[in-house]
T-cell receptor, first 112, second 113 residues
Framework: DQQVKQNSPSLSVQEGRISILNCDYT??????FLWYKKYPAEGPTFLIS?????DKNEDGRFTVFLNKSAKHLSLHIVPSQPGDSAVYFC???????????FGKGTKLSVKP | DSGVTQTPKHLITATGQRVTLRCSPR?????VYWYQQSLDQGLQFLIQ???????AKGNILERFSAQQFPDLHSELNLSSLELGDSALYFC????????????FGEGSRLTVL
């Protein structure tokens, strides 16, 4: 049973436009949500996180929104750049355990 | 560069064999995590160690085992290998912090023929 779901395997966006990546979760005990970016032949790198007590966190071009009632979060990238083309993983952390539970990822392609 | 080092980067072996993957965490990080990424799958949590002790277990097969040594490096042992064990194996480390940020190595790609 997947606790973290990314239902879109891929997304294609034009350079300069907004990219919106979505993630749903089932466990209301998660206390932090994170987004990771992964390029081919590299390990995942941390992008941005949000606490379960917040509904928005912003870092430059990246904003994460959390809707607890819908158990849904989204990552907005504005404006999108070709260098943003990568696989984006949504992850959740539950309580005192440090391990993260990951979604299957969404491959973002930003076209010049 | 995350500061997490994994060796080997690539490994090709045959079914039934045993391999060992090695991970050196970032300086100062006490926790080490192992994840498996198979084709079209997300990152599946295998096991976590904290300062030499097993802290949490995920979907780790009985044929797999891990340990963390006094110098904090960790090894993941995979035995009686099957074709389905072919995957990317990632190690991550962290300082204990509430935000949960993990720092990942570049992974070890295991191919079982």
């Amino acid at each position: 049973d997947q606790q973290v779901k990314q239902n879109s395997p891929s997304l294609s966006v034009q350079e300069g436009r907004i990219s919106i990546l979505n993630c749903d979760y089932t466990n209301s005990m998660f206390d932090y949500f994170l987004w990771y970016k992964k390029y081919p032949a590299e390990g995942p790198t941390f992008l941005i996180s949000i606490s379960s007590i917040k509904d928005k966190n912003e870092d430059g071009r990246f904003t994460v929104f959390l809707n607890k009632s819908a158990k849904h979060l989204s990552l907005h990238i504005v404006p999108s750049q070709p260098g943003d083309s990568a696989v984006y993983f949504c992850a959740a952390k539950g309580g005192s355990q440090g391990n993260l539970i990951f979604g299957k990822g969404t491959k973002l392609s930003v076209k010049p | 560069d995350s500061g997490v080092t994994q060796t080997p980067k690539h490994l090709i072996t045959a079914t039934g064999q045993r391999v060992t993957l090695r991970c050196s965490p970032r300086s100062g990080d006490l926790s080490v995590y192992w994840y498996q990424q198979s084709l079209d799958q997300g990152l599946q949590f295998l096991i976590q160690y904290y300062n030499g002790e097993e802290r949490a277990k995920g979907n780790i097969l009985e044929r797999f085992s891990a340990q963390q040594f006094p110098d904090l490096h960790s090894e993941l042992n995979l035995s009686s290998l099957e074709l389905g064990d072919s995957a990317l194996y990632f190690c991550a480390s962290s300082v204990s912090q509430p935000t949960g940020e993990l720092f990942f190595g570049e992974g070890s790609r295991l191919t079982v023929l």
